[in-house]
């Protein structure tokens, strides 16, 4: 069942109903101004981070859900109504709400009236624009009254939630003309304010929230909008919001337009005030005038779309499959930027306040986004990598405000180092920028001095080899990618977290799904210091990574797939010897794709035995069989109930790698059918099941052992999208970027003809043509540029800005 349509043409996702199984959102903003939006307008605003710099208040785990967001009530003659359905939930007679790149517009009709909000961030503007038209549908003139609403957080959106014997008493707003400021704490150390703006004369506003709400009721019963009348309400204290009211005359036919901005404003100390406690407006004027008119927002709009025409360009398919298409040229790519932008911060599953940007995840998220905006690439590994200990190992997050590592989400997750060599190596593979090698860098945020990227890379090499087991495989330290495998925990005590808690000192747990990471990732470290000159550096690593290849063969090979770990007393995980969790997805996938057996034919049995025995009609689960009680000695993954996240669930982030390794051994409608079983897009018919967005990727889907099989959770915000991005791009239909050219090496099923790529690649453009004539999955026969042969199927650096046309027969 569908709760929407794919509009390709618009690259919008259309919803239908307001009652979809879950909030379906957007994001607004790119750069430092964010908001996210649900399809009946819920949702919240931040400037960089938001735990830090909370716009807007949310609140979570709310009955409704999403119950608190950007509203515009309509008052028409006695009866109100919200065009997003919510929160007041009045029966529209027609609804839609179109999510598009950076932008959400929700239309919504009741009783003749017509109304649109449409919202996105200017691009390079630290603000939200709204634009609602309201426009009478009926035969006869209306007289209504519009009331916009949103409430402030006070900065520190868990201070906000938290303290409120300070909070209630310390909310000040200003109101000047149609503009309502937000001004909590600016009095003393804060120097920005935000403020709520609209492009006429008022009628009316308030800023408290109990006189616009009236007593007793909720965002569905606002009597402001019930009685068509502001409160002209001055916040101080309590709750602090903002809505304008708006009398309205429209004759039949006509359509008016408001443009309404929720912005951000910072100013230097010396600026900070007008007069004596009246903030310094100036900046929040200039930010209003510059969308003054329908004009103005036209235009940002068109600047939009175009920014994103040509970020999009740089990787775009024409192929028959309109499911892939959209997936490559639109969806994925969308929420690659998404995921590089948020990390694991901000979204319905991830409260901004828990999380901020993570070591491992923000690494892999730029995988998936490189190509997009390089240089935002460069900044973020280098910010990254200046939250590097000394020793190589990492914070496993930090906050995107301060750029400093956060103490509270703990360290000593032992594969975090290792993705900042794979994310440097994506960047210089793109770009040819070695520069980056050379910048310096501090460690632990300048407290353990400092050094050049390349040094962080050796350290981060180094700190595999300096912590090895009695197998010689890498130990594992708190958990490794699956942060729910711990195995020096031993975690007793109700609530105590499996993150940050004092673990023993294990010398014995060893990982060999790091093992693969290593051979996987060293490869790239040991090719930048030969180019470097670095000889006997590189020689050194290469014989660190072939030692490691032949150590997880003997030791981390089950006989018919690779174990996944040994534990605190180095009894063996992922084994046929063990009762429940005999096999994991996670070193099956990484081993291969690092190449590990596969001569040997280990590659081939581990991934028939994913096929056999981990692969469900809704994608790979994470391992079997799932843990059906606590194991202490594993730690939270076995607090999960059986077929949820990592207990057995679908965890999608690690189906990709199935799908590059099935890619590695050259099966190619193997590697599209794991591919096409989680890739959003082809999962719409089935949105009543799986119930998260259909455009995008979610981190989970419950497995074959939970109640609930099928159904996903945690949308948006996870490393699948940048895994199946490069899965698609890169293994399937074989556009790889290499340090010296771009390399052509599809493994695509057998049925198909070929298709068409177009890739931008370091400011030349590529146009690729694949053709299939013998219907191989892989194997390039031979290619041709600008209509002469090449021998190679490594396709040359060419000239910033020429155009060349390649043709590439397989066979
Ligand atoms: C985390 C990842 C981790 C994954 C598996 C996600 O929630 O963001 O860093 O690899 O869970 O445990």
Same mark, same amino acid.
């Given at each position: ?159 906000? +939630? ?34 709520? @703006? ?128 959209? +997936? ?94 794979? *994310? ?47 197998? *010689? ?59 470097? *000159? ?165 981190? +989970? ?13 945690? @949308? ?60 191989? @999955? ?9 209509? @002469? ?23």
């Amino acid at each position: 069942m569908k709760f929407g349509y794919f509009d390709d043409a618009n690259k919008e996702y259309v919803i239908q109903t307001p009652k979809t199984p879950y909030p379906w959102i957007n994001y607004l903003g790119n750069e430092q101004f964010f908001g996210l939006i649900s399809n009946t307008a819920g949702g919240y605003s931040f400037y960089r981070d938001a735990r830090l710099r909370r716009l807007t208040r949310y609140r979570y785990n709310n009955v409704p859900l999403d119950n608190g967001g950007r509203y515009f009530y309509v008052h028409d003659e006695g009866d109100y109504w919200t065009p997003g359905w919510m929160p007041v939930k009045r029966d529209l007679d027609f609804y839609e709400c179109r999510h598009g790149l950076g932008y959400t517009s929700i239309t919504g009709e009741r009783n003749g009236l017509k109304v649109n909000q449409l919202a996105f961030v200017p691009l390079g503007f630290n603000a939200e624009v709204y634009r609602v038209k309201v426009g009478n549908v009926s035969d006869s003139p209306k007289r209504v009254s519009l009331f916009s609403y949103l409430e402030f957080c006070l900065w520190n959106a868990h201070d906000d +939630m938290t303290n409120f014997q300070r909070n209630l008493s310390i909310g000040e707003v200003e109101i000047e003309d149609s503009v309502i400021y937000h001004k909590t704490e600016y009095r003393e150390r804060r120097n920005h304010y935000a403020y709520y @703006s609209v492009n006429r004369r008022i009628d009316g506003f308030d800023t408290d929230r109990d006189t616009f709400l009236g007593a007793f009721n909720g965002l569905d019963t606002p009597q402001v909008a019930s009685e068509g009348k502001s409160g002209n309400s001055v916040a101080s204290g309590w709750s602090p919001i903002a809505s304008h009211g708006i009398h309205l005359e429209l004759a039949p036919g006509e359509e008016q337009s408001l443009i309404f901005m929720l912005g951000y404003v910072e100013n230097p100390q010396e600026e900070k005030w007008e007069s004596l406690n009246v903030i310094n407006k100036k900046p929040a004027k200039a930010m209003i005038e510059a969308f003054a008119t329908d004009a103005q927002v036209n235009s940002a709009l068109a600047d939009l779309a175009a920014y994103w025409d040509g970020l999009l360009g740089k990787y775009s398919i024409q192929s028959s499959d309109d499911k892939l298409s959209r +997936m490559v040229n639109i969806w994925n790519p969308y929420q690659c930027m998404v995921t590089f932008n948020m990390s694991r911060s901000a979204s319905y599953f991830e409260s901004g306040i828990g999380r901020g940007m993570g070591f491992r995840d923000s690494n892999q998220d730029l995988l998936g986004f490189v190509h997009q905006i390089p240089d935002r690439a460069r900044e973020r590994i280098i910010d990254i990598a200046s939250t590097q200990f000394d020793d190589g190992g990492a914070y496993h997050q930090y906050q995107p405000l301060t750029k400093q590592g956060n103490n509270e989400v703990g360290s000593g997750f032992n594969d975090d180092p290792l993705w900042l060599i794979t *994310g440097t190596a994506a960047y210089i593979k793109e770009t040819g920028d070695y520069g980056i090698l050379d910048e310096d860098v501090p460690f632990d945020s300048g407290r353990q001095g400092s050094a050049t990227l390349f040094e962080h890379l050796k350290r981060s090499f180094d700190h595999v080899t300096n912590n090895l087991g009695p197998h *010689g495989l890498p130990l594992i330290g708190r958990a490794d990618w699956n942060d729910c495998l711990n195995l020096n925990c031993f975690s007793e005590e109700p609530g105590e977290s499996f993150q940050t808690t004092t673990n023993l000192d294990g010398k014995t747990a060893e990982s060999v799904f790091i093992a693969g990471l290593f051979v996987f990732a060293g490869p790239d470290y040991a090719e930048l210091a030969r180019r470097r *000159g670095l000889e006997d550096e590189a020689t050194r690593a290469e014989r660190e990574i072939e030692n490691m290849r032949n150590i997880t063969m003997a030791h981390g090979f089950d006989g018919d797939w690779f174990l996944r770990a040994y534990d605190y007393h180095g009894e063996k995980i992922g084994s046929r010897e063990n009762e429940e969790g005999q096999i994991f997805i996670e070193p099956q996938g990484f081993c291969v794709m690092a190449g590990i057996g596969v001569e040997e034919g280990l590659a081939e049995k581990a991934l028939n035995s994913v096929r056999d025995r981990l692969e469900t009609d809704y994608g790979i689960m994470l391992q079997q069989p799932a843990y059906s009680k606590y194991y202490l000695n594993l730690g939270e993954i076995s607090t999960y109930p059986p077929g949820y996240k990592e207990n057995a669930g679908i965890f999608c982030h690690n189906n990709p790698w199935v799908t590059i390794a099935e890619t590695v051994i050259g099966r190619g409608d193997r590697a599209f059918e794991t591919y096409a079983k989680i890739a959003p897009a082809y999962l719409e018919d089935i949105s009543e099941v799986h119930r998260m967005e259909p455009y995008v990727y979610s981190q +989970m889907i419950a497995g074959r052992d939970a109640v609930r099989e099928g159904e996903a959770k945690n @949308s948006w915000l996870t490393g699948t999208a940048a895994w199946n991005y490069v899965a698609i791009t890169q293994a399937i239909l074989g556009i790889q970027p290499d340090y010296d050219g771009l390399r052509i090496d599809p493994c695509i099923p057998q049925a198909w003809d070929g298709y068409k790529i177009t890739r931008s690649f370091r400011g030349a453009e590529y146009k690729i043509s694949i053709q299939n004539p013998d219907h191989v @999955s892989k194997g390039v026969k031979s290619v041709t540029v600008d209509g @002469s042969p090449i021998e190679s199927n490594v396709l040359p650096v060419f000239e910033a800005g020429s155009s060349h046309e390649v043709v590439v027969v397989l066979g």
